[in-house]
């Protein structure tokens, strides 16, 4: 069974085998358009702080010495 998957770029279908070498993309421009908006930051992966605040005030952050290596 052949697998057939849409360009994310232009939504042509595109098989999804060995002979296809952009793959998920249907050719090399896709695929560098894609590249382009992930440089420029179109596309982001959206992150959550998972430390707060509050805790690295605890944890001394502000310290001048805190990302000094221990003796």
């Known amino acids: 069974m052949t697998l057939t998957v849409k360009c994310p770029q232009c939504q042509k279908p595109v098989t999804w085998d060995a002979s296809s070498a952009f793959k998920p993309f249907c050719s090399e421009r896709c695929k560098m358009i894609d590249l382009g908006d992930w440089a420029s930051e179109k596309h982001?992966?959206?992150?959550?702080?998972?430390?707060?605040?509050?805790?690295?005030?605890?944890?001394?952050?502000?310290?001048a010495d805190f990302f000094k290596a221990p003796d």
Do not use: K, R
């Open 44 to 63: 982001a992966i959206p992150v959550t702080d998972d430390i707060s605040e509050e805790l690295l005030d605890q944890l001394g952050y502000e310290e």
